[in-house]
């Protein structure tokens, strides 16, 4: 499920700091760049209204969701507010179990092997790898040697238009964008000028180097 938003662009907004009041604005930016995935961290203010706002008004175009998801109650929070996509820093099964019972995509963040594994077998339909600063493309190679081939890698953190190339040679499908796209107080018109730059970056990675 998760591959059908991922192919059109598979870059994941991180919208930290996201307020209601902006949400809409923002979101429009975003999607109309090609993003097709829009998270809302928890640790944002009134994260849940936000959500429901970009579900009701990108919810067909758009996996909408939250990040920095913690506990399995917060799961059902995010599904009531519409949300569909549940995004971790870690990789609690528990957590990943929630998501999955409630049939919701979700990506666990993962900064080893061991966890990666243990967060595929308790139902992971991605996986988040973060800090990315700590795994280094070198690192991203040496994991698709042994995960599945058709599992789709993010790293996470500190990811640029211009970094991005090492990583998908080494075997990334794809990123979470979080302040170099989005950041509170940003202009709106600024948020659409840097999500049009990702699209750009994407596009132009050589073929033959995209997952």
């Known amino acids: 499920m998760i591959r059908s938003w991922l192919d059109p662009l598979p870059l994941i907004a991180i919208l930290r700091g996201l307020t209601p009041r902006e949400a809409v604005a923002i979101g429009e930016m975003i999607a109309d760049a090609g993003f097709r995935m829009l998270e809302v961290p928890l640790n944002s203010p009134d994260p849940l209204e936000s959500i429901r706002l970009l579900h009701e008004h990108f919810g067909e175009r758009c996996l909408i969701g939250a990040g920095t998801v913690m506990t399995p109650a917060q799961v059902d929070d995010i599904a009531a507010a519409g949300g569909k996509l549940i995004v971790m820093p870690h990789a609690d099964t528990q957590v990943i ?12 963040g993962v900064a080893t092997p061991t966890e990666a594994f243990a967060a595929l077998a308790a139902g992971a339909d991605a996986l988040k790898i973060f800090p990315a600063e700590q795994v280094s493309p070198a690192v991203v190679k040496a994991w698709r040697a042994v995960l599945p081939r058709d599992l789709a890698l993010l790293p996470v953190g500190g990811i640029t238009p211009d970094n991005m190339h090492p990583y998908v040679d080494a075997g990334a499908n794809g990123f979470g964008i979080g302040s170099a796209l989005y950041a509170p107080g940003r202009d709106v018109a600024d948020v659409g000028r840097r999500a049009q730059a990702f699209a750009r970056a994407w596009a132009a990675l050589p073929r033959g180097e995209r997952a």
């Open 97 to 108: 179990a929630a998501a999955k019972r409630a049939g919701m995509v979700c990506t666990p």
